[in-house]
């Protein structure tokens, strides 16, 4: 998730160095969505070392089976982060 936050970043700062409206009103649209997007992330993987108490992947072994309302909204909003059309973060990367 930090990696995908310097990522976003970057598109941002390239949008705004381009200084002209199309760069200016994605880089906005990207920051929105980087916020939206990077916070419920974060709060996935919170909710996921609160009921599982470890960091540990291997530790997660079927998790679609115990949680799969969790799960399809964690992917949505992964999908959005790497910038899947439809969704809020392809608008600012686009």
Request: proline share 2%.
């Amino acid at each position: 998730i930090a990696y995908s936050s310097i990522s976003h970043m970057g598109v941002i700062i390239l949008g705004v160095f381009a200084l002209n409206v199309e760069g200016i009103s994605g880089a906005v649209y990207l920051m929105i969505g980087h916020g939206v997007v990077s916070g419920a992330l974060f709060m996935s993987v919170g909710v996921l070392y609160d009921r599982r108490k470890t960091k540990m992947i291997k530790e997660f072994g079927g998790l679609a089976h115990n949680m799969p309302v969790f799960v399809f909204v964690y992917a949505v909003v992964l999908m959005a982060s790497i910038g899947l059309p439809l969704t809020i973060g392809f608008v600012g990367q686009f």
